[in-house]
């Protein structure tokens, strides 16, 4: 498709100079006997012609000669001071740590009240309560009426809580779909922790920025702050259980080094090896990143499940555990189990592992997943573990056999373990908790309420406009304090209350930071916390979670720190400066700014984080201060144009309720007024913000002129214009009328990378200030649509003083039709030097394609118009390959460790037939006759009835996105070639080019010889490559450990703690007929 080159003719005196220039030259080159088909001269013409029209437009409309000439005016006003970087990042930490510790104190009003109420309360076995449960509440059954545990519940929509309906004066109860609501147990659980409600309540009082608390009961159920409605999915399950959440297992628990062995003898083949692999997974889950473990499978040999790490053990992360639930599916039944092999194995593994120093130096375990023991090996016991018992013992017994519980059973309470029995697969996670109360016990008896904070993680209840929330959770132990059960050491559950990360980033003043400045946080074990380039989430919409996001290390974003200087730093703890070059990719990865970053950082006292600041050099590293009366900063600020950055913090409107529904200038306006005390507000934020107001305020009544004045606005193309200052302010003028605009996502909430943000300023104010000064950076916007909407930007920076350390005060802009800009390039690529009209060369020639490219290689401009928006190196390969031998060009080279990459995975659609009625009922009827002759066959009846049903869904496979890490190249110009000639050879033909800088702009004219087919030449793409490890590679990866810090409390053991409560046998009995009737009854639902 040909794109349409008509265009108004230039008329301006100088065109004509440059004409006349050009005939001299032009004339010089051919007398020279030299003969270049694309004369660089007429290229040279055209793209002055080109550029001095574009700036007259873009300084007319943008405004950017009058506000220079504004802020020159109050140069002698205002005062430069460069920022101190260290004093920076320790003040923030300081301002974190007061709003992580008022999050604390609310928690430990919580425990406090929660262990009253209970030392209180006697245990009543018959106790009946009506309590709120969260699926219940407000429904009725077919009569109308209320149905039991629910009742009315008054909800209403609050804005704090995203609009969700709540009710902030009580709370409601949650409990798992496989527990019993009305257990006797919970039921008095429920009733002693009604006292929390009135806590709840006075906590959201005192610190109105509070979200969810919680109380997560070890019995399972689940209290929540304020009250709101649950709903199952839609298979009508609640699978929530509080207990196998990160935040109750750390704050529940200490740190643990953890070896499970799997039996994997002939006995344990079909259904007795599926539940062992499901009892491994949910041990998984109850690790965390601060926990080491392996996973070891025995018959009559070892085999470590993960063969490359021998001998060793890994962390519990995201990203470990995965990969080892990967080789659980490999795992298959031979053989002979032989247990005292595979116990002195894993004595040792534990002992060696923690000489080395780099476990968790605190709790052992030994989870063993077997079907049965023949002896109590009480030797190897005696000979590694006693008499001190460091390692703890869980049995996992697998099935209905009890012939060899007792076995299992003296080895739990020999060793301070906890023994359980599995029958079925419905048993696996509640029997896996118990472990979890057993490793609680020192820390309940030390009464030791160790504060928690958990790493970053998704919340999918609320969503902020951008997706599903990040967010920290702070937790304390909730303990029993009754002297008669002291010993026992009884965890009665876990307090919490979620922290958005936005929170954090409402603390740091972003005017501070500068243009490319930024806060980050990382955790005790190096992983981010918050950070301008993490990115969690992906798919439409930016709702779907990545595997691993909440384990992504501080060096995979800082990748340019080869030695992990800064983060072993920040993970020790320590307070200092660092200094690196960095590219930093924008503009969804398709660009590239290269700075040279100073770091700051220091630890947040009372948490594990570590926070840092990172400031770019030259204009980065400098502030100022302006000062005009209050008076006239209001007046300007009032103005409707007017609009500052919502994500930045000028007052705090969340301190107090009635504060909430202020908009920014409205809490200033009321903070400025001295009528509003409680009103907290930065004080130098908004002096900044009322002098950038005044000094901005004439571009309001000039951009009013250009719109009335309508023989002056003859540039119908021109949109939009806009500026931004360095406090977050901004100003916008519509040269048309909104419905008339091309592009209506510019400058608004949809449009994340071109408005302030919390964390980075806009992407066009970034890029025009790394412009020379005085020029214009242009750009296609690569999320603008078709053809019929499609805009250029324009932008400038504007510095405050003639010198290499000024600060940047602002930047200007206009948004115009993409085809009004074209036009005007067309225009002037028509222009030709000759006397007699007939030019030596045109872009209109069949022999010739000319293109407009921007510093990092995209084509704004092209004769073919799907080429838009491209890289030049896709459409001319040969002439980009040329351009970067030359050293037009330089290839950058970025990394991404938090990529995703397609791959091809068997998968199986069980999960739909399971689904199916009919194919339920069927696999029941068969699961109960096979229980029938279970005893008698070893479970084999099974694995010939699974394979029949499973056969089908094994066949199957689809594509699915997995982590990745991906290398992937970018583009930028050299500034300092000008223009450049080359000349390429295509087998033999000679295809030239020439390329000439557009001047007071980021643009390029290449103009190509296209007689040539030089399609040898493959096109120049910037699509990612997987960066493909081999399996040594892998195999040190994965025994790669970085440096981490551990917490600073342990509690492995207490000389009081009794051991004798170690488990029991499972009741074996149970009625064929009563399971049938329970089948029955979940297959068949009201």
Sequence with gaps: MQVDRSGVLFSAGSTWLLLLLSTLSIGVTGVGGTHQSIPP????????????????????????????????????????????????????????????????????????????????????????????????????????????????????????????????????????????????????????????????????????????????????????????????????????????????????????????LVDVSGSMKGLRLTIARQTVSSILDTLGDDDFFNIIAYNEELHYVEPCLNGTLVQADVTNKD?????????????????????????????????TGRGSECSQAIMLVTDGAVDTYDAIF????????????????????????????????????YFTQISTLADVQENVMEYLHVLSRPKVIDREHDTVWTEAYIDSTLEDGQGPVLMTTVAMPVFSTKNETRNRGILLGVVGTDVPVSELLKTIPKYKLGIHGYAFAITNNGY????????????????????????????????????????????????????????????????????????YYTDIKGTP?????????????????GNVTVEEGLHDLEHPDVALADEWTY??????????????????????????????????????????????????????????????????????????TRTGLSRINLFVVPDELTSKDFL??????????????????????????????????????SENKSV???????????????????????????????????????????????????????????????????????????????????????????????GSFKRVTLYDYQALCWVYSESSDSGRTLLDPYFAFFSAVKWILTELVIFLVEFNLYSWWYSDLTAKAQRTGRTMQVPCDTEYPAFISERTIKENTGNIDCDGCIKSFVIQQIPSSNLFMVVVDNKCDCSMFEPITMDPIEIMYNESLKCERLKMQKDRRRPDTCHPFHPEENSMECGGAVNLTQSLVTTLLCLLVALFPR
């Excluded at 390692?391 to 020999?414: H, T």
């Excluded at 984080?609 to 201060?625: D, E």
């Excluded at 293109?851 to 190196?873: C, K, S």
């Design 609 to 625: 984080f570590s926070l840092g600041v990172a400031l770019s050099r030259g204009h980065g590293k400098y502030f100022f201060r």
């Design 382 to 417: 005696a000979k590694y573990n006693w008499p001190e018992r460091k390692v703890r013992i869980f049995p996992y017994l697998i099935g209905r056999e009890s012939a060899f519980a007792e076995n299992l059973k003296w080895m739990a309470c020999a060793n301070k373990g």
């Design 528 to 599: 981010i916390l918050t950070h301008p380039d993490l990115r969690p989430l992906y798919g439409d919409g930016k709702k779907r979670r990545k595997p691993n996001y909440s384990s992504v290390d501080l060096s995979e974003v800082e990748w340019e720190d080869k030695e992990d200087t800064l983060r072993n730093a920040m993970v020790n703890r320590k307070t200092g400066t660092f200094s690196m070059e960095v590219k930093k990719s924008v503009d969804k990865g398709k660009r590239v700014l290269i700075l040279h970053n100073d770091y």
């Design 323 to 355: 990969h080892f639930r990967e080789h659980l599916d490999k795992l298959f039944a031979q053989g002979i189990g032989m247990l005292d092999i595979a116990l002195t194995e894993a004595f040792n593994l534990l002992s060696d592992f923690n000489e």
């Design 792 to 886: 250029v930007l324009a932008s400038t920076a504007i510095q405050l003083l003639d010198e290499r350390k000024s600060p940047i005060a602002a930047a200007v802009g206009i948004q115009m039709k993409l085809e009004f800009f074209q036009k005007k390039f067309w225009t002037a690529s028509r222009q030709c030097a000759a006397l007699d009209g007939k030019c030596s060369i045109s872009c209109d020639d069949e022999n010739i394609n000319c293109y407009l490219i921007d510093n990092n290689g995209f084509i704004l401009v092209a004769e073919d118009y799907t080429l838009t928006g491209n890289f030049f190196g896709e459409a001319e390969g040969a002439v980009m390959n040329k351009l970067l031998q030359m």
């Design 41 to 260: 001269s007429v290229v040279k013409l055209w793209a002055s012609a080109f550029g001095g029209e574009m700036k007259s437009i873009s300084a007319k409309y943008s405004g950017s000669q009058l506000l220079q000439k504004k802020y020159k005016e109050f140069e002698r006003a205002v005062r430069v001071e460069e920022i101190d970087g260290l004093r920076l990042v320790k003040r923030l930490a300081e301002n974190m740590e007061e709003m992580f510790h008022k999050k604390a104190q609310a928690m430990k009003r919580l425990v406090e009240a929660a262990e009253e109420a209970h030392l209180q309360h006697e245990e009543d076995p018959n106790l009946q309560y009506e309590y709120f449960n969260a699926v219940l509440i407000n429904e009725v059954d077919e009569e109308g009426n209320s149905v039991e545990l629910g009742g009315e519940f008054i909800l209403h929509p609050n804005d704090h809580f995203n609009n969700l309906s709540v009710n902030l004066n009580l709370s409601v109860v949650q409990v798992p779909t496989n527990m019993y609501n009305k257990d006797s147990a919970i039921v008095n659980g429920v009733y002693w922790s009604e006292a929390l409600n009135k806590v709840f309540v006075d906590n959201f009082e005192r610190d109105p920025s509070l979200i969810w608390q919680y109380f997560g009961s070890a019995k399972g159920f689940f209290r929540q702050y304020p009250g709101i409605k649950w709903k199952p999915d839609e298979h009508g399950v609640i699978a929530f259980d509080c207990r196998n959440r990160k935040w109750y297992i750390q704050a529940a628990t200490s740190p643990k080094d953890v070896v499970i």
């Design 748 to 785: 608004t909430a949809e449009d994340r990378e071109g408005v302030f943000n919390a964390d980075h300023f806009p992407l066009w104010y970034k890029r025009a200030a790394e412009q020379v000064p005085g020029t214009f950076v242009y750009s296609l916007p690569f999320n603008t649509g």
């Design 651 to 724: 007052c705090n409107t969340d301190e107090h309720p009635e504060h909430r529904y202020l908009h920014q200038i409205e809490a200033i306006k009321l903070y400025l007024s001295g009528h509003e005390p409680h009103l907290y507000c930065d004080k130098e934020l908004i002096q900044e913000v009322l002098f950038d107001a005044v000094v901005t305020a004439p571009l309001e009544a000039y951009w009013t002129s250009l719109v009335l004045n309508k023989s002056e606005n003859s540039d119908k193309g021109v949109e939009i214009a806009y500026l931004g």
